[in-house]
């Protein structure tokens, strides 16, 4: 066995009080389970109790309120590729899911379980931070919300508290004129973990970039804003030489590490192109208005 | 962790028959189907969600039964690689993959039929690109891919 | 394609109605593998079943102190817990050279080496059983690389040394072929493991049938030489001992050795059950055969013309602990290291090493893939030094009928290279494709 029981919740609120009656025992909450599963039988991690979230309806929402897209925290990468709101004002989330594990993980896999995981290497999270996204937490008592950077406090490490759930992620749509784009490195295209990946957002007005992020994963325990790069490149012309330059001022923003994927030196390589890519497609996207 | 305790009812529709039996729960479905139904047509190339050879259609979409736990069946729909056609009465794919030479081994057969028929529910007439894409979850060892991409071409022609 | 319209044409006199040739044969096995029929080694199931899990080394080099396996033994559903030393026969198996222990007796020299057996009602119940398995190991300095395990004061993976073979090739005068050389080209290569991931892990199931004849099905490529190999470990005549091929999820070349054949049989003969025991992924990378690491150093000498003169090799072979196929797999790159090509000189040396590393043994290719990343490297290097084009530089070169191998054997038939090589030169033709500067096609 590689759990006792198994509850299925169907609304935030049991899947909460769920977790408050098993104070004394092992209980996790199972998004996907892509992640949890695998850990599970490796026994990496020990649960007595899982409590399924997926199917909860108010946490499987992708909507929009004004100018906020909120995406629910179960909300799978296939629901994501499908999502019109999301083409329109947050293409790089859409990009990014089609280049996470295959159909059968993207079926299965969700926002939330990514987030949940906390790994560097997770695909949707530089997007999120290229987005400059907010984390909206719940338990019994309290609802909170702050910006996903601060919520993922270092290697694998989030601040989330006992009783609490993610219960979904929002951030301000992109508006006509931005483009923003999600390119990664993996030993291939499909089922692959990345070695770099890289999220960017761009806006140009009036020929000049006037908003930019940029934002890199497995490069250092967290997800990593590159503010070099997005210094060099405000206020500037867009170019491919600039974008090439960003790609090497990035490199002074990592930190990577050897592992069995790839080198640090590897990585360091490889992200200055991956920048310039990255780059190069949100602008040409600022002229598609995506 | 020992349990020889039936303490779960699985009450599901599985390849188009509702069943309600009791079974020994915290296993993956993987090993529900295989173990308490014996249906062996799903396989274990990984048990770790890389290979696809364990894919099922859970309410018509392809999940990796390795890492779904059985208990998220109940009240859902499960169709296997035993769900799709039979002898005398096969599924174009399972057709095409014979006559194209989809199939060696055989082991990774059942989860990239799994895959092409959620593909081709999914999209009536996928192109080569999207058909990889589609089977890209499903690692074959024998036959270099290009057979069995040939052979869900085959069937999206028979089926249109 | 107007290949296979040349194939078609061909006509039997006498065909009784059977011609494969040219037609699209189906598969006799197709039906019930697209319908999910085909039994795998771990589809097969007995009433009363057992599941049989292993206890792997974790260690690449260490004495054995003690195991204990009291904790195991008592658990509820465990039927028996083995090892070393409740093998009724002889401790060994080895589908070349016998010098594998079965279970690991005094020490370990691979991570993944089977060191107990359980077999437990449920598979959880074995993998708990096998967890509560206590062993004391000391660890022992060990060999991980080939060119460190030929030294004389390396540790000794094999006590009787860690060269399991030298093989040496020599035909005509190697020196003299280098004397009349324009060019030389001398390098090191190092080709690295490889794992067979066939799809289906090894696995099988084996029972006492009523007349007492151990039977196994397994995942297996050569039944013969299972049941002999169990028939020692097992201390039965070899007509007690039934081996039967299941459907086989992909072999090549990694299910040619025994792979859980004796274990099932012990844990069978031991409980009186049938037991199942299939490897997960894991198992079964640790504990299998993979392809042998290599290290090549090789000099290559040819004329201002662009004929070869000489060549001048050593291999060596990382053959991991045990030597499976691997002492074949390494003489053969001593054979054919100089790929398809004439060499009116040749002198080769190859050495299987016995290393810590995982056992390497038998993958398709057998060697010939390690020899040829060596042999044709070498060529491109000597035509981009002489100038000449990498076509032509090895149809001048290759082999052809009349001429001989590097055992001095003469080729009087089969030799297809320069055809092939003609045919690549009128495509490349036909299609407007040149090599590049670096050998790609363009
Ligand atoms: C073959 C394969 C390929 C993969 N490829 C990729 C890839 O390309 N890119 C990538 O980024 N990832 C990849 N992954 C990893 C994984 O699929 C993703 O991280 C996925 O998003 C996890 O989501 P999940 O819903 O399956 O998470 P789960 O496994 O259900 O959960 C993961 C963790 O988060 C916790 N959790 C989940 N939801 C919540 C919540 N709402 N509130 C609080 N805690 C929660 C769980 O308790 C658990 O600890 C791959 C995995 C596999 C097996
Ligand atoms: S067995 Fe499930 S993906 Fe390999
Ligand atoms: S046919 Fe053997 S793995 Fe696909």
Redesign the interface.
Same mark, same amino acid.
């Given at each position: 066995m590689m759990y006792k029981t198994y509850h299925v919740a169907q609304s935030i609120e049991e899947a909460l009080s769920l977790l408050l009656k098993s104070v004394d025992r092992k209980v996790r909450f199972i998004a996907g389970g892509t992640d949890l599963m695998l850990q599970l039988r490796e026994r990496i991690v020990e649960a007595d109790m899982l409590v399924d979230i997926s199917v909860i309806p108010e946490m499987k929402q992708i909507s929009q309120d004004g100018s906020k897209i909120s995406i629910g925290a179960v909300v799978s990468y296939s629901e994501m590729r499908q999502s019109d709101l999301l083409k329109k004002n947050g293409f790089l989330l859409v990009e990014a899911s089609k280049l996470i594990g295959a159909t059968q993980i993207q079926n299965m896999g969700t926002i939330g379980g990514n987030i949940g995981n906390a790994s560097p290497a997770g695909d949707i999270l530089p997007c999120l931070y290229a987005l400059d996204a907010e984390i909206a937490l719940q338990s019994a008592d309290k609802k909170r919300s702050m910006p996903l950077r601060r919520f993922i406090t270092g290697y694998r490490q989030l601040d989330l508290q006992p009783g609490e759930l993610i219960s979904g992620i929002s951030f301000e749509a992109l508006q006509p004129g931005m483009g923003s784009s999600f390119v990664k490195f993996g030993a291939r295209q499909a089922q692959a973990i990345s070695i770099v990946s890289v999220a960017a957002v761009l806006q140009v007005q009036a020929g000049k970039i006037s908003r930019v992020a940029i934002a890199l994963g497995s490069v250092a325990p967290t997800i990593v804003r590159s503010s070099s790069a997005e210094e060099l490149l405000l206020s500037e012309q867009p170019s491919p030489d600039l974008f090439e330059k960003a790609g090497e001022a990035a490199r002074d923003d990592i930190s990577p590490i050897d592992d069995i994927r790839g080198s640090a030196a590897f990585r360091r390589y490889i992200t200055q192109p991956l920048v310039s890519q990255a780059l190069e497609t949100a602008w040409r996207r600022t002229q598609k208005q995506i | 962790m020992i349990n020889n305790q039936k303490d779960v009812l699985m009450d599901l529709v599985i390849n188009n028959k509702h069943i309600s039996i009791r079974a020994g729960g915290g296993r993956c479905l993987l090993d529900f189907l295989r173990e308490d139904l014996s249906l062996m047509g799903t396989k274990e190339g990984c048990g770790e969600g890389e290979c696809g050879s364990c894919t099922v259609l859970l309410d018509g979409k392809a999940v990796l039964s390795c890492m779904t736990p059985m208990e998220r069946a109940i009240g859902r729909e499960v169709t296997t690689i035993e769900g799709v056609g039979r002898p005398g009465n096969l599924h174009p794919l399972q057709q095409a993959m014979m006559e194209e030479g989809g199939v060696q081994c055989g082991f990774c057969t059942p989860g990239m039929i799994m895959s092409g028929v959620e593909l081709l529910n999914r999209k009536s007439n996928p192109n080569r690109d999207e058909i990889v894409e589609g089977i890209s979850g499903n690692l074959c060892r024998c036959t270099g891919y290009r057979k069995i991409i040939t052979a869900i071409e085959r069937a999206a022609e028979k089926m249109s | 394609m107007s290949d296979t319209q040349e194939i078609i044409e061909i006509k039997f006199a006498d065909h009784r109605g059977y011609v494969p040739i040219g037609s699209?044969v189906?598969?006799e096995?197709?039906?019930?593998?697209?319908? *999910?029929?085909?039994?795998?080694s771990?589809?097969i199931s007995r009433p009363g079943m057992l599941h049989g899990k292993v206890l792997m080394s974790p260690f690449p080099h260490a004495l054995v102190k003690h195991i204990d396996t009291s904790k195991a033994a008592r658990m509820?559903?465990v039927h028996a817990v083995l090892t070393a030393k409740d093998i009724p026969g002889e401790n060994v198996f080895g589908i070349a050279i016998a010098d594998q222990q079965v279970l690991a007796d005094k020490k370990v020299r691979f991570v993944g080496e089977p060191v107990a057996l359980v077999a437990a009602e449920?598979p959880?119940?074995a993998a708990?059983a096998v967890r509560s398995i206590k062993v004391e190991y000391e660890p022992l300095q060990g060999v991980f690389d080939p060119l460190a395990g030929i030294k004389e004061d390396a540790p000794r993976v094999q006590e009787q040394g860690n060269i399991l073979l030298h093989t040496k090739v020599r035909k005509g005068d190697y020196l003299k072929g280098f004397a009349d050389a324009d060019v030389v080209v001398e390098n090191v290569y190092r080709t690295h493991g490889q794992d067979?991931? @066939?799809?289906? @892990?090894e696995g099988g199931i084996a029972w006492i049938e009523n007349d007492g004849v151990l039977t196994i099905y397994s995942s297996s490529q050569y039944v013969f030489r299972d049941r002999k190999q169990v028939a020692r470990v097992l201390n039965l005549p070899v007509n007690r001992v039934r081996s039967v091929n299941t459907?086989? %999820? %992909? *072999?090549?070349g990694r299910k040619d050795d025994v792979t859980v054949e004796i274990l099932v049989s012990l844990l069978a003969s031991a409980t009186l059950k049938p037991v199942r025991l299939v490897y997960?992924?894991h198992e079964s990378m640790m504990t299998q055969t993979h392809r042998h690491p290599t290290i090549t150093r090789v000099r290559t000498g040819a004329t201002k013309e662009g004929k070869l003169t000489s060549m001048e090799g050593v291999v060596y072979g990382d053959t991991g602990p045990y030597s499976s196929l691997g002492i074949f797999v390494i003489k053969k790159m001593a054979l054919h290291l100089g790929g398809p090509y004439y060499f009116p000189n040749y002198k080769c040396d190859s050495i299987s090493v016995y290393t810590n590393n995982p056992i390497a043994g038998a993958f398709r290719g057998f060697g010939i893939f390690q020899s040829a990343i060596v042999h044709e490297q070498q060529m491109d290097e000597l035509a981009a030094k002489l100038g000449i084009d990498p076509l032509e530089f090895r149809l001048k070169n290759c082999l052809r009928e009349g001429l001989s191998f590097s055992t001095g054997q003469v080729m009087n038939e089969a030799c297809g290279i320069a055809a092939t090589l003609e045919r690549l030169k009128e495509y490349m033709a036909e299609h407007s494709l040149r090599f590049s500067r670096n050998m790609e096609v363009v």
């Open positions: - | - | 699209s189906i598969r096995d197709a039906l019930a593998k697209v319908t *999910g029929q085909a039994e795998y771990g589809d509820q559903g449920d959880f119940i708990e067979h991931v @066939p799809l289906e @892990p459907t086989v %999820g %992909g *072999g090549f997960n992924r």
